[in-house]
């Protein structure tokens, strides 16, 4: 059975860091490029960031570019998402997901419960 | 990028069909076939629908049907029931390695 789970959320003092880690099982994590989205409370969903398959190519939305890396490790199929510069508006439960096939803008398979992350002071 | 646009809402009886469009640009929905649905229940993560905007994966019940024209996007929800509550957001690849993702729609079973 295919799973994702994520970890490392918590709460944040603006201006900090964390990394998010979300651990692969059931299929080849190295045969797909993955991704993160966010949700922040009562609102919709966002694309923050996603990494090919190989990871030698990594793509961010606009909001968190220059603060945020993504990177995976396919030895040991996990996922990572390094945030810099928390800010209050980063505030969101953070969703790993797979594509479902192997071209890059099909979609995403969400199979955790996702990581919250709250930044407040 | 904006956001695609969807219903704030849409409701129906049991059995009914139901449908929720997003509408985007020529530049996301009127320029790839890469539209995808998903559908999230209260408290729960979101789960897929639709890919690659007509896609069902396995699993996923043949009452929901995903098409598209132009630049919009359907999901059609047919024979509807009380499970089938919850929000619904469809997303579209943007080009540039980007995606953006619709403002989502509630569905209400009456």
């Known amino acids: 059975e295919e799973q994702l789970s994520e970890s490392g959320g918590g709460l944040i003092q603006p201006g900090g860091s964390l990394r998010l880690s979300c651990a692969a099982s059931?299929?080849?994590?190295?045969?797909?490029?993955m991704t993160w989205v966010r949700q922040a409370p009562g609102k919709g969903l966002e694309w923050v960031s996603s990494?090919?398959?190989?990871?030698?190519?990594?793509f961010y939305g606009d909001s968190v570019k220059g603060r945020f890396t993504i990177s995976r490790d396919n030895s040991n199929n996990m996922l990572y998402l390094l945030m810099n510069s928390l800010r209050a508006d980063d505030t969101a439960l953070y969703y790993c997901?797979?594509?479902?096939?192997?071209?890059?803008?099909?979609?995403?398979?969400?199979w955790g419960q996702g990581s919250l992350v709250t930044v407040s002071s | 990028q904006a956001a695609l646009t969807q219903p704030r809402s849409v409701s129906g009886s049991p059995g009914q069909s139901v449908t929720i469009s997003c509408t985007g640009t020529?530049?996301?929905?009127?320029?790839?076939?890469?539209v995808s649905w998903y559908q999230q229940r209260p408290g729960r993560g979101p789960r897929l629908l639709i890919f690659d905007a007509t896609d069902r994966p396995s699993g996923v019940p043949d009452r929901f049907f995903g098409s598209k024209l132009g630049n919009t996007a359907s999901l059609i929800i047919s024979g509807l029931q009380a499970e089938d509550e919850g929000d619904y957001y469809c997303c579209s690849y943007g080009g540039n390695y980007n995606f953006v993702f619709g403002t989502g729609t509630r569905v209400t079973v009456l």
């Open positions: 997901g797979r594509t479902p096939t192997g071209h890059y803008g099909s979609g995403f398979y969400f």
């Open positions: 020529s530049s996301d929905v009127g320029r790839y076939n890469y």
């Open positions: 059931g299929f080849s994590f190295r045969d797909y490029a």
């Open positions: 990494i090919s398959a190989s990871a030698d190519s990594r």
